[in-house]
């Protein structure tokens, strides 16, 4: 069966320090890969996806960026945290070019900048 | 017209009630319609999907209801429990296309709450 790992599971950072958040998916081959962030009552919003190795597409212009080193791998970078970067950071997966899109969310990683 | 908007955004029910959540779409194009149920601090959970070529579809007391000539489908919690208690998201795709345009787009949440 497939899994999906988020870590960290909390992070607390000052404004101006890098990010790195990282996930990663068992049990599937070339999955999408999506990151959402969602504010404290807020909905979802995508901000990077990625149908493969090396390639991203930005969703929202940000100072945010994200990676796929490997194949089940997805990693979400910043130079440079914000105060408004602050929120609950969701990574998904889901199979397939076409088809159903039945996205799979991670458990998380809950990113507080002070 | 890409997007999906989901009322309430705040629901309290009794429990055994029947939990009763909506969503409106634009785009005929749309071909993919889930819920998800989010726990506080959790990832949201895939709850419940349909397609356009059905009406109806129903698992457990979870029951999606869609018409597509009035571009909207609604999320029905038949006997709701305490434990049901979670923030709902509707979304839409265009599942038959790749690239953005499979991308899931989501609706702002309702947070139901079901009273013992």
């Known amino acids: 069966s497939q899994t999906i790992h988020q870590w960290p599971a909390t992070l607390v950072q000052p404004v101006g320090s890098p990010l790195s958040l990282e996930c990663t998916v068992e049990?599937?081959?070339?999955?999408?890969l999506y990151w959402y962030r969602q504010a404290a009552g807020r909905g979802l919003q995508l901000l990077f996806y990625?149908?493969?190795?090396?390639?991203i597409s930005s969703e929202v212009p940000q100072n945010l960026s994200a990676s796929r080193p490997q194949d089940r791998q997805f990693i979400l970078s910043s130079k440079k945290l914000l105060l408004s970067d602050s929120g609950f950071y969701l990574c998904?997966?889901?199979?397939?070019?076409?088809?159903?899109?039945?996205?799979?969310f991670g458990p998380g990683t809950r990113l507080t900048v002070t | 017209q890409q997007q999906v908007k989901q009322s309430p955004q705040s629901l309290i029910v009794q429990k055994g009630g029947i939990s009763i959540i909506n969503c409106a779409y634009e785009?005929?194009?749309?071909?993919?319609f889930p819920w998800y149920q989010q726990f506080p601090g959790k990832g949201p959970a895939l709850l419940i999907a349909?397609?356009?070529?059905?009406s109806e579809k129903k698992e457990g007391r979870f029951t999606i209801s869609f018409n597509k000539s009035a571009k909207q489908f609604s999320l029905h919690i038949m006997d709701s429990q305490p434990g049901d208690s979670a923030t709902y998201f509707c979304?839409?795709?265009?599942?038959?296309?790749?690239?953005?345009?499979?991308?899931?787009?989501f609706g702002k949440g309702t947070k139901l709450s079901v009273k013992p």
């Open positions: 998904a997966w889901s199979v397939g070019v076409t088809g159903l899109n039945e996205q799979y």
């Open positions: 049990g599937t081959s070339n999955p999408n």
């Open positions: 990625s149908v493969g190795i090396g390639q």
């Open positions: 785009n005929t194009a749309f071909d993919y």
């Open positions: 349909i397609r356009p070529d059905v």
């Open positions: 979304a839409a795709s265009m599942g038959n296309y790749g690239g953005s345009q499979g991308n899931l787009i």
